[in-house]
């Protein structure tokens, strides 16, 4: 009873922090003009209209993952291709204008927080890889806003605005460290790597053995974005200390599906954000 309960507790903070996330991006969308949602982001081939329409069409995915799990797998079951399943999505939605697609999304985001809510607390959420508990899945969902929102803040060239919810994502960064090398076919390296990043209250957030002799250390923002793939490490200012350490954040990716191509080193190089990294070889 007491486990349920700390679950529920649990499902009801990470929705708290899933709703503020999206509302962080609405704030970015309102106003935006029809031609803005044509304009390119650092997602090749990809429109501020695509990233709407993918967070759109994957709330509503979750949603069904969450109330409707046979049904969702029946459908999961018919794609052929997960990468041009996605790909395909932005096109598909072309008709809609910037408004209606701030519209939709706008609805099925809160639809899914809505279901989340009232949702057994102790569900196993089936998906693209391994299923998942209710706190992962709505964990992936502030992560997919988050990125997803960089994508259109980098295309609007809209100021850093910090989010409250990085920890969140730096934990599942941490935890897909396995699933970064095997989706290359790569063996999952048994060396042990300490995360240690700084926090903007001047905390730091840790993950990992303090044993360790591989590290990774930073902003816990820089993670954020390596871990997403929104950011080269060269880009960053974060530090890696070993071999495992310095492969992982060249590869490392926090969401499921085939390897992402991620961005390239110099794309976003700024002087106070070039990594000091070291140990890095190439993979």
């Excluded at 990468?83 to 099925?108: F, H, K």
């Amino acid at each position: 009873m007491a486990d349920r309960v700390t679950k529920a507790t649990i499902v009801r903070e990470l929705c708290i922090d899933l709703a503020e996330e999206q509302h962080r991006l609405r704030e970015v969308l309102n106003g935006l003009g029809e031609s803005d949602w044509a304009r390119l982001t650092p997602a090749e081939h990809w429109t501020i209209h695509d990233q709407i329409a993918h967070l759109a069409h994957f709330d509503f995915i979750t949603r069904l993952a969450v109330v409707q799990p046979n049904r969702f797998i029946a459908i999961r079951d018919t794609i052929v291709d997960l990468q041009t399943y996605v790909d395909l999505i932005g096109p598909a939605n072309l008709s809609r204008t910037g408004e209606d697609m701030q519209r939709w999304w706008c609805v099925e985001s809160s639809k899914l927080v809505d279901v989340i809510k009232t949702a057994d607390p102790g569900t196993r959420v089936p998906w693209f890889g391994p299923q998942m508990s209710l706190p992962t899945k709505i964990t992936a969902r502030i992560m997919e806003t988050w990125a997803h929102g960089q994508d259109i803040r980098d295309a609007l060239k809209v100021p850093p605005s910090p989010s409250s919810n990085l920890a969140h994502i730096a934990r599942i960064g941490v935890l897909a460290f396995p699933n970064s090398f095997a989706v290359r076919g790569i063996d999952v390296p048994t060396a042990a790597v300490r995360v240690e990043l700084e926090l903007g209250d001047g905390t730091v957030w840790t993950a990992g053995p303090d044993h360790a002799t591989e590290t990774v250390t930073g902003p816990i923002e820089d993670f954020c974005l390596v871990v997403t793939q929104r950011r080269h490490i060269a880009d960053t200012a974060l530090r890696t200390e070993g071999l495992t350490a310095s492969r992982w954040m060249r590869i490392a990716q926090a969401f499921a599906g085939p390897p992402g191509s991620g961005r390239a080193p110099g794309q976003f190089a700024a002087p106070h954000r070039i990594s000091t990294a070291r140990n890095q070889t190439a993979d």
